[in-house]
């Protein structure tokens, strides 16, 4: 099982830009999805995640600018970023609570990075 990111990139403050994150593989299932993110000198943070059962947790520097989604059928969790500020500029991971014969653990994606900037 891997996960594939995508949709990072340059936006100026006040912007918009939207992640995507797709699970791949066989014989597996997703309890949650979501994102962190990792600003230089400092430390991993939660952004957001999605529960199978559509529960949301969100980060307060967030709320109100950052939408998480998912598709549970193509395996597949987006972050509508919008209202951006420079300190939201970071590498972003998508995590996913993975179920695969009979373990459960949690699969990091390879990091986005998105800038924040004028």
């Known amino acids: 099982v891997q996960l594939q990111a995508s949709g990072g990139g340059l936006v100026q403050p006040g912007g918009s830009l939207r992640l995507s994150c797709a699970a791949s593989?066989?014989?597996?299932?997703?309890?949650?999805m979501g994102w962190y993110r990792q600003a230089p000198g400092k430390l991993r943070e939660l952004v957001a995640t999605?529960?199978?059962?559509?529960?949301?947790d969100t980060a307060d520097s967030v709320k109100g600018r950052f939408t998480i989604s998912r598709d549970n059928v193509q395996n597949t969790v987006y972050l509508q970023m919008n209202s951006l500020k420079p300190e939201d500029t970071a590498v972003y991971y998508c995590?996913?609570?993975?179920?695969?014969?009979?373990?459960?653990?949690?699969?990091w994606g390879q990091g986005t990075l998105v800038t924040v900037s004028s």
């Open positions: 999605i529960a199978n059962n559509n529960n949301i």
């Open positions: 995590i996913a609570n993975v179920k695969r014969l009979g373990r459960t653990f949690n699969l």
């Open positions: 593989g066989s014989s597996f299932s997703i309890n949650y």
